[in-house]
């Protein structure tokens, strides 16, 4: 049994998220959580709302809430949307925890200890309108690189280049939009990454499993231009963890705060602190998932992102954990695999949160239950390339794949029996040629799935799993039950029986893609829903006489009329 440690990258504060977020991280994390559960390994599932640095401020400024009001609010939404959408977090926490406070301003001042922490004096824009210094979120303006006239301080939404707030052309405040701004020199803590350039490098060298994507992604930051530079950690924000150097006061830093992309990924450790907190347990149990020295040199650490994440996760979270085991003394447990996501685009344009375009976790699940999104935003996860979600593509999928493949083989499966047997697995016939072939061809497909599966080949696992479903229609169309019925009952019994067993077999292994329809399958049964490690005890699970009975239909076809509607509904913005 294995202990494998899986993180997915932590969802703003700032909203409900949308189906590119989802995709982007939480939910393959989940399907990969599920399905290393499933076959018997030890797992900690992590994840938490963001809650620092100004997405969340001006969010709560346009909600007029208090931000820590906010923010907590928030927390159970994005908490009951997760649930909503059977994501198996062994712990959803909050960055805002006093955990992650601690952990980020000792792992602050261990990073001082050991010389990588520099302060620093740099020009930032002052706006007198709010008699405040503006953070790279508070300032919108043109973008240098595509013109883009909304782009934010940090980021351009629309071309993604980094930015630095005095790049922005005619930049305004987010706050109050108000132009009379200037620039004035604060003082600020940046971590020196240029200092673990080679050992970052180095150890990414080592990679050699990782996806093209976030090694491509991981070494241009380190190699081009300048290469890997000194990022600041703190900001002259309110809302946020106070720079402190351990539990000492930071001279110089009074009324500043880590900046989000620091404490952030710290939080992936807090979250477990939290865990054990939640659950009775002691600091011993959090620390042997990410302490090398207390038990977690055997645990196999996967984490999920989006690439914009890539470059902090490679790079900057790396570098602090490195950094903070300088003297050997805290030897924090490092990434294994790194599974990077492109981005999902919603009609020939982007997803976006702060437009309100696509469709949101919470309006998905207010239309269709969250197995028809979980098994479509899989099958075409943005995994070498953007993938793009249209209603259109989402009917034929959805119809094709789960009504007409899956859901129909349990419905004539199950009702044909009840008709012709009663509602008990028929006794009678035997496992002949054709069904000795298909165990043998089902044994295979099951082992290409499962290595697919272990190397987190999502859309390829989904596409495995569907073969999986239609080879068992294929036979049901060959093997014609119900014409066998006519002159041999109880060679129809026989193939009934083989039919529902597979239908056990599919419930177990469906699970990690969609876990409500699988939970029905198995329940309909009788089983547990456990994964076929025996092959062969596998298609004869259920024995004769045994009672089950017939599944609600598992899946409904979407119709012309309801995607057209919903075509029409999610046109424009959230509003």
């Known amino acids: 049994m294995a202990r494998i440690l899986i993180t997915s990258a932590l969802p703003y504060i700032n909203g409900i998220k949308h189906l590119g977020n ?3 991280s939480q939910l393959p994390a989940d399907l990969y959580a599920r399905y290393q559960r499933a076959r018997g390994h030890e797992v900690m599932f992590i994840c938490a709302t963001d809650e620092h640095g100004t997405p969340a401020e001006l969010a709560a400024a346009k909600a007029d809430e208090p931000v820590a009001a906010y923010c907590a609010r928030m927390h159970e939404v994005q908490a009951g949307l997760a649930a909503g959408f059977r994501l198996s977090f062994d712990h959803f926490g909050r ?3 006093p955990q992650n406070h601690r952990l980020t301003q000792h ?26 210094f503006l953070p790279d979120r508070y300032i919108e303006g043109t973008c240098p690189n595509c013109g883009y006239d909304r782009a934010r301080g940090d980021q ?30 604060t003082k600020h803590l940046f971590l020196k990454q240029s200092q673990m350039r080679d050992k970052l490098n180095a150890w990414i060298d080592g990679k050699a499993d990782w996806p093209v994507l976030t090694t491509s992604i991981a070494k241009k930051w380190l190699n081009d231009g300048d290469g890997l530079r000194d990022r600041g950690i703190t900001r002259d924000l309110d809302w946020g963890i106070p720079v402190k150097r ?16 620091f404490d952030a990924p710290i939080e992936y450790i807090a979250a477990t602190a939290e865990w054990a907190e939640a659950n009775g347990k ?27 994440n890539v470059p902090f996760h490679t790079l900057s979270f790396p570098a602090t954990l490195m950094g903070a085991n300088f003297d050997g003394s805290e030897p924090w ?7 990077s996501f492109n981005y999902l685009n919603y009609q020939g344009g982007q997803f976006s949160t702060s437009q309100g375009r696509g469709v949101f976790m919470d309006q998905a699940l207010a239309i269709l239950p969250s197995d028809y999104w979980r098994w479509w935003l899989l099958s075409h996860a943005p995994e070498n390339s953007d993938s793009e979600f249209t209603w259109e593509n989402f009917q034929v999928s959805i119809n094709k794949d789960l009504a007409d493949v899956l859901g129909n083989f349990v419905s004539r499966v199950t009702k044909f029996c009840r008709s012709k047997f009663g509602e008990e697995v028929p006794a009678g016939g035997r496992l002949g040629a054709a069904e000795q072939a298909l165990i043998a061809d089902l044994s295979k497909k099951i082992a290409a799935y499962e290595q697919l599966m272990d190397a987190m080949e999502v859309r390829k696992s989904a596409t495995a799993l569907r073969a999986i479903w239609a080879a068992g229609n294929e036979y049901l ?6 014409s066998v019925f006519k002159e041999d009952p109880e060679a129809a019994a026989g193939i009934v029986r083989f039919a529902l067993n597979l239908i056990a077999v599919y419930a177990a292994l469906s699970a990690p893609f969609i876990p409500d329809a699988a939970a029905k399958m198995a329940e309909a049964m009788g089983t547990d829903g456990a994964w076929p490690q025996d092959r062969a005890a596998a298609f004869e699970t259920l024995a004769a006489g045994q009672s089950f009975t017939v599944p609600d239909n598992l899946f409904d076809k979407i119709t012309d009329e309801a995607r057209e509607g919903w075509e029409a509904q999610f046109a424009g913005q959230r509003g």
């Not at 792992?107 to 405040?132: C, F, H, M, P, T």
């Open 246 to 261: 351990g539990e000492a006061d930071w001279p110089g830093m009074e009324g500043k705060v880590f900046y989000v992309w």
């Open 95 to 97: 960055s805002s925890s």
């Open 282 to 308: 002691s600091d011993a149990d959090w620390e042997s998932w990410w302490r090398t020295d207390k038990g977690a040199g055997d645990v196999r650490y996967v984490e999920f992102m989006g690439k914009d």
């Open 333 to 339: 447990k490092l990434v294994d695999y790194i599974k």
């Open 107 to 132: 792992l602050a001042g261990r990073l001082a200890d050991a010389g990588l922490i520099e302060e620093v004096s740099e020009k930032q824009i002052y706006s007198k309108a709010d008699g405040r």
């Open 22 to 24: 989802l995709v982007g």
């Open 477 to 482: 169309q060959n093997a014609a039950p119900w």
């Open 156 to 185: 351009c939404e629309n071309c993604t280049k980094q930015l630095d707030p005095t790049d922005l052309i005619d930049p305004r405040s987010a706050i109050s939009g108000s132009t009379d701004l200037e620039v004035r020199e």
